[in-house]
């Protein structure tokens, strides 16, 4: 579309351009062909147009006030449940507390591995078939070097756990 | 529609008073009327709910076609301005922001419910066809009914494709008749921001429109 026509858009959709921009609009295919698929498209946005007589009910603002009341002032809540950005929120709250829980987990369990005082952190008992034997074998070799009853005690207690 | 595509400067206006038309939203009759109800002077609002009670009507049920649904979006629309006019920041007049609040609710309900065949399923009778034949002079007349409603489905659609202040400044140009000095004063914008606003609109709603032409085609 040229510019002149362009220019006077406005003028032209409504149907009231001046003399030059009709003469162009005569003399421009391209023109005439934007300009009218406009115009179209100005008549179908003016069906949008209600009839004269379109009124709310009488009694409007009565109940415009029930509403309001049955809705109450807007809940901090409404912020998360009815926009999208609240429910990203929400869900980044979710996921972070969930990594929390897990981490916390994690580190008490990690907290619960038997370290004896002196000793490498190694697992007391590895299981398998054989784990009696290597648990008495265990208690054997501890009684034998540090003769700890403590130790005895926790290699015991572990064994039975797992 | 090659040569519509990009973004087109149009030039100032030539007296260089037309492009600024600036209302001083602040110190008007109406922001006076907006504070009483900001600090919850129900009297206040019960004035804007009569005051714009036709106007928002009017909106929703021209895009709507159903008394009901108009009614009830009217009300929703009262009850959003209650709970949210302490936001109005009187950068635009209150029935821009009225307009734009009930124009969304069109739209919300709309989404929501999935409305396809929205002419057809509302309550628009033989009587309200009459008077669509009769109310615009600028129609054709020789266009059938069916057709004319056909094209309202259809521009409603479209109109979803644009951005809300689009929107809004369309319906408000040729549904409410507004004209473009009328429009810079109710937002605060110049009058070629405006004019350069409505040019980009009708632009996209036309190759919206030729999009979805080419869609149906092709699903045929």
Known sequence: MHRLVRDHIEDVVAGVEAAPVAEHLRACEECRRDAAAMRAQSAALRELRAPDDAEPRPGFYARVMERIEAQGPASIWNLFIESAFGRRIAVASLALALLLGVYVISSERAADQPILAGQQAQPAVVLGEDAPGRVISQMDQSSMGQSSDDAVLVNLVTYQEQ | ?220
């Open chain 2, 1 to 220: 529609m090659s040569s519509l595509s990009g973004a087109i400067p149009f030039p100032a206006t030539k007296d260089g008073t037309r492009g600024r038309t600036r209302v001083d939203h602040r110190n008007s009759e109406e922001a006076a009327l907006v504070r009483r109800v900001q600090a919850r002077d129900e009297m206040a609002f019960r004035e804007i709910v009569e005051r714009y009670q036709s106007k928002v009507f009017s909106i929703i049920y021209g895009i709507l076609r159903n008394r009901n649904d108009a009614e009830d979006i009217a009300q929703q629309v009262f009850a959003k301005i209650y709970f949210s006019i302490r936001n109005f920041d009187f950068r635009s007049s209150l029935l821009t922001w009225i307009y734009k609040i009930t124009v969304n609710e069109c739209y919300d309900y709309l989404r929501k419910k999935r409305v396809r065949k929205l002419v057809y399923e509302s309550d628009f009778s033989a009587e309200d066809a009459q008077r669509m034949e009769a109310s615009d002079p600028a129609v054709d007349p020789r266009t059938p009914v069916d057709v004319r409603l056909a094209q309202r489905d259809l521009i409603v659609k479209l109109l979803a494709k644009v951005s809300e202040q689009d929107r809004s400044l369309i319906l408000l140009k040729e549904v409410n008749g507004h004209s473009v000095e009328e429009l810079a004063a109710m937002t605060g914008l110049n009058e070629n921001t405006i004019k350069v606003k409505l040019f980009r609109t009708r632009q996209k709603l036309l190759k919206a429109a030729s999009r979805l032409t080419r869609i149906r085609t092709a699903g045929t």
